[in-house]
């Protein structure tokens, strides 16, 4: 392989790697908003079944999600 060739495929792999970890924080911060959501919905009087219906999840998902599964 040549050195241009080399640079080039360093320089792509660690631009995808900063890719990565700024989706990465993106989720889990959007998973954080999604958990405390949840709660609020639940503790204004939603039960798990209809945050779930809302959000196009299974029940028990919506509980794991709450618990922090």
Do not use: C, N, Y
Not at 5 to 12: M, Q, S, V
Not at 26 to 34: E, I, M
Not at 49 to 54: G, Q
């Amino acid at each position: 392989m040549p050195v241009d060739d080399k640079h080039e495929a360093r320089t792509e792999v660690r631009e995808a790697q900063a890719e990565f970890e700024r989706a990465d924080a993106q989720r889990d911060k959007a998973g954080v908003a999604r958990r405390r959501s949840f709660e609020r919905a639940q503790k204004a009087g939603l039960t798990q079944r209809d945050i779930a219906d809302e959000v196009g999840l299974h029940h028990t998902r919506v509980g794991q999600i709450i618990r922090g599964d």
